[in-house]
């Protein structure tokens, strides 16, 4: 069974970067699909950041492009999110998800990790 | 980006009885004869979780009680007969067109 566990710092300062991984058990993340996050604000409000396929190539919101990244480790079978020059406004609860094919759907999700930013 | 509206905000529904949810899309999210919205269901404390892809597709192990209709710009989640575990809250998504969007949700409860 397909499954995706998030892991980050949980808080982190103004100003300074955000790093969370994704690690997924039961398929790999070089086989097929795309490899997403997603964050929930309080609030509820759900927001697609970006994702990187099966063969590396990567998609961004571009309300984002100018401060995130997504890179793996398929050594590792893992994504992770870096996200720089973080606000207030960053603080959420950080999904990641796996995407079906070219239909962008979300089929498997991790718990979500929460991160808060403050000083 | 494509804004989606959803409607109600809120709604409470007698057990048994149908519940009807609406997703507005602010442009067709219609493509190759396919349309790329998606309904989802999350409880508390719990990611979402898939119910209906492109429109009117079951996702597996879903009951039959959700059922997704609609193309181009109108489309609509229905819940028929509601069950106590259906209290959630319910989000559109449209993948037409990147990025990717959610409508801002629907609570449902049981009145």
């Known amino acids: 069974d397909v499954q995706l566990q998030e892991s980050g710092p949980g808080l982190v300062k103004p100003s300074q970067s955000l790093s969370l991984t994704c690690t997924v058990t039961?398929?790999?993340?070089?086989?097929?699909?795309?490899w997403n996050w997603i964050r929930q604000f309080p609030g509820n409000k759900l927001e697609w950041m970006g994702y990187?396929?099966?063969?590396?190539?990567?998609s961004y919101n571009p309300s984002l492009k100018s401060r995130i990244s997504i890179t793996r480790d398929t050594s590792k079978n893992q994504f992770f999110l870096q996200l720089n020059s973080v606000t207030t406004e960053d603080t959420a609860t950080y999904y990641c998800?796996?995407?079906?094919?070219?239909?962008?759907?979300?089929?498997?999700w991790g718990q979500g990790t929460t991160l808060t930013v403050s000083s | 980006d494509i804004v989606l509206t959803q409607s109600p905000a809120s709604l409470a529904v007698s057990l048994g009885q149908r519940a009807t949810i609406s997703c507005r899309a602010s442009?067709?999210?219609?493509?190759?004869?396919?349309?790329?919205m998606h309904w989802y269901q999350q409880k508390p404390g719990q990611p979402p979780k898939l119910l209906i892809y492109?429109?009117?597709n079951l996702e597996s192990g879903i009951p039959a009680r959700f059922s997704g209709s609609g193309s181009r710009t109108d489309f609509t989640l229905t819940i028929n007969p509601v069950e106590a575990d259906d209290v959630a809250t319910y989000y559109c998504?449209?993948?037409?067109?990147?990025?990717?969007?959610f409508g801002g949700g629907t609570k449902l409860e049981i009145k």
């Open positions: 998504q449209q993948s037409n067109e990147d990025p990717y969007t």
């Open positions: 990187i396929s099966y063969s590396g190539s990567t």
């Open positions: 442009e067709s999210v219609d493509s190759y004869g396919n349309s790329f």
């Open positions: 492109r429109a009117s």
């Open positions: 039961g398929y790999s993340i070089t086989s097929d699909y795309a």
């Open positions: 998800a796996r995407s079906a094919g070219y239909l962008y759907y979300f089929d498997y």
